[in-house]
């Protein structure tokens, strides 16, 4: 018997393959079939089920947190876990910020190998061929939390900065999930981690060959890899230094060209002009204090225009605005956070509009904004207090602005 917690994109698809199975999810009100057979339940019948099927393998949605009541009612195993036997080698990629750009271009320089890719970049295992020789599993911190049976092969792991506190607890917590992965894997098998987190008590205890990097230059060097050949500009460079280091390390293959024909996708410092030529920038995807302030790195040295706010997670921003206040910015605060990015902003003395929308934060920038200046979009905040995901903001942004 198979239970399912939470029936996001992930269990959807373990669902359809493995019908018919018992679903719980807190957005049931009632007992249900769907059209593959699988039963419908409200998550607080979940107790009773156990009880009449107490040998039932439970998977949850990844990013169900450990305080959820179902979590702590069962035991449940991470979709990584269910799909460990048939698994192939896999290399997982994680971290704070541009795993899932990394995950794109690993995968554009091996799709000729037969790579696959999948897990949080949108398609999940249950999609993905267990015959492929090999697969690129961008991984989520929720996942590996919930993950104790399958490992990487080969690991590759993005700085790590503050995100999603409230889930995990404390920062502390998403530092040890994050290098989870490491506990498990074997000797010979590679991972390539931040600098900082040398010290940290997982790195001793792995078997796992280990290889650390301070920035982009420090592991180039380590993979002797020329920065001059590389087309990317920061934060992408990093990403596709790992990536590059991935087909050494697995093929001992360096294609510069091919990485260089990769294109980045959209919502990710992109950029567009109005009507009157003046720049904006789309970094809709920069949702935590860290990209934003990669972003900002860019524009450093131009009078910017910044739209910041939503859910921040619980997240300490005041390295962002210690950043802020180094720079000509002048903030519109918009989301749920707005009134805390005021009394940020306050306290930094910077300039702040506090707009609690979108449209409304486009409709003041309009009024100062010139062809010299930057109007950007990167919040360093999740979107869905007022959106249904970083995607819609990103896209509405664009509609407001073409609409001036």
Known sequence: MLFLLGYGKTNQAIADKFSPCYIFDDNFKEVSKDSKGNTLLPSNQLKDYLEKYPNAQIITSPGIPPQNPMIKLSQPISEYDFFASTMPFSVWISGT???????????????????????????????????????????????????????????????????????????????????????????????????????????????????????????????????????????????????????????????????????????????????????????????????TMEAIKRYQNKALHLILGGDDKGADLTPLFKLIEKCQITLYAI????????????????????????????????KHHTQQSVAMLSPAAASLDQFSSYKERGDKFKVYVQSL
Not at 123 to 147: G, Q, R, V
Not at 163 to 187: Q, T
């Open 97 to 291: 910020n541009g795993k899932t750009t990394t995950t794109q271009m690993l995968t554009h320089l091996l799709q000729n190998k037969g790579a696959l890719s999948g897990g949080n970049i949108g398609t999940p295992l249950a999609n993905l061929n267990p015959k492929a020789p090999l697969w690129i599993l961008e991984t989520s911190s929720f996942t590996i939390h919930y993950t104790n049976i399958a490992r990487p092969n080969l690991y590759l792991l993005l700085p790590i900065t503050q995100d999603h506190i409230s889930w995990h607890g404390n920062y502390e917590s998403y530092i040890a999930d994050k290098l989870k992965p490491l506990l498990s894997m074997k000797d010979k098998e590679i991972a390539i981690i931040p600098q900082s987190l040398q010290s940290h008590s997982f790195c001793q205890k792995t078997l796992a060959k280990l290889f650390f990097y301070s920035d982009s230059q420090s592991l180039a060097k380590q993979f002797f890899l020329d920065l001059n050949k590389i087309t990317f500009k920061e934060p992408f460079l990093l990403d596709a230094i790992l990536a590059l280091s991935a087909t050494r390390i697995l093929f001992n293959e360096v294609d510069y060209d091919l990485l260089n024909s990769f294109k980045i996708g959209a919502h990710k410092i992109e950029e567009f002009f109005d009507s009157q030529n003046r720049l904006w920038v789309d970094d809709s995807k920069g949702t935590n204090l860290d990209a």
């Open 335 to 366: 989301g749920s956070n707005t009134q805390k990015i005021a009394l940020l902003a306050k306290d930094h003395h910077i300039p702040c509009f506090p707009c609690h929308t979108l449209e409304t934060a486009v409709q003041k920038i309009h």
